[in-house]
């Protein structure tokens, strides 16, 4: 019997999404110091796979852990959470 493993899931913006197939996602979560008690805003930036090259810089996106696609790539965009607003 062997229990489905749970998938990362992650929100972040749209950084980049100039490669073919792949955006960059910068990931933002807030950490609290453990001494000195101040909120700090940490970030990390994935890559992840887009197929059909959809999404777009500025889109809010969710995206999922998947198996290995590059060196970098093991991350992929699963929906669209909000459309970049145009100015």
Not at 49 to 74: A, C, F, M, W
């Amino acid at each position: 019997m062997s229990e489905a493993k749970l998938k990362r899931t992650l929100t972040g913006r749209i950084v980049s999404d100039k490669m073919d197939k792949t955006v960059t996602v910068l990931v933002e979560h807030l950490v609290k110091h453990p001494l000195y008690g101040k909120v700090l805003r940490r970030s990390r930036k994935y890559h992840a796979h887009d197929e059909t090259n959809q999404y777009h810089e500025g889109d809010l996106v969710s995206i999922v852990e998947g198996r290995p696609l590059s060196k970098t790539k093991s991350w992929v965009v699963t929906a669209l959470i909000e459309k970049a607003r145009v100015v």
